[in-house]
């Protein structure tokens, strides 16, 4: 599935692809996507009983602009 | 000279890095930080590309905002990111808050082998090809 089809249908979620293929840019330009889920525990808890190949973790929607960090 | 668009999390930038380890291939978003001395990784990624923490015979004493702490670090069979790639690099294993929106940190170990330059305002990162004299 393109990520143009991906935004559309999983909008704030987080998704877990497999067969990812990333532009040149580095950015996801396509995969499958085989679990989605609000909440991102969910999410690598499935990738640990899946184990995918070739994966990648995203949240589809938009980041909180007032986000805070400090690590 | 490439320059890297980096996506926004609020202030912060993040880039997309790609990891292999001896099961599986992830590609981890991570945030650009020059604080941090050492490239951390999302401990369950690390699990799932097949990279044992339970064996992890090294460990760095990381100084954090909360304390001391000793983090294993771990050996990838190839690690990607900004155009450029190395091989059976060393990376510390952690777990993030999911309300970050990073699975790690991408640490001085990788930004200080190459000449980039780090765009706070656009969000860009600009590689130069030509690289700096040792010092």
Not at chain 1, 59 to 70: K, R, T, Y
Request: net charge positive; glycine share 6%.
């Amino acid at each position: 599935m393109k990520w143009d089809q991906i935004k559309k249908k999983y909008t704030d979620n987080w998704i877990l692809l497999e067969d990812v293929q990333i532009d040149e840019d580095m950015y996801i330009s396509e995969g499958k996507v085989i679990y989605f889920h609000p909440n991102k525990e969910e999410i690598y808890k499935k990738l640990l009983e899946l184990k995918p190949k070739r994966s990648a973790i995203e949240f589809v929607g938009n980041i909180p602009e007032d986000i805070a960090v400090m690590l | 000279m490439k320059i890297y668009r980096t996506r926004r999390n609020g202030k912060l930038m993040a880039v997309r890095a790609y990891l292999k380890g001896p099961e599986a291939e992830h590609f981890p978003r991570l945030l650009i930080d020059t604080g941090s001395t050492y490239t951390i990784i999302g401990k369950e990624i690390l699990k799932a590309i097949g990279c044992s923490l339970a064996t992890s015979s090294r460990q760095k004493c990381i100084v954090a905002a909360s304390g001391y702490m000793d983090i294993p670090s771990v050996q990838v069979e190839r690690f990607n990111c900004l155009g450029q790639h190395l091989e059976n690099m060393f990376v510390l294993a952690h777990t993030f808050p999911s309300s970050t929106y990073i699975d790690g940190l991408l640490g001085m170990d990788f930004l200080s082998k190459y000449v980039l330059e780090i765009r706070p305002k656009s969000g860009d990162i600009v590689r130069c090809r030509i690289q700096s004299p040792s010092r």
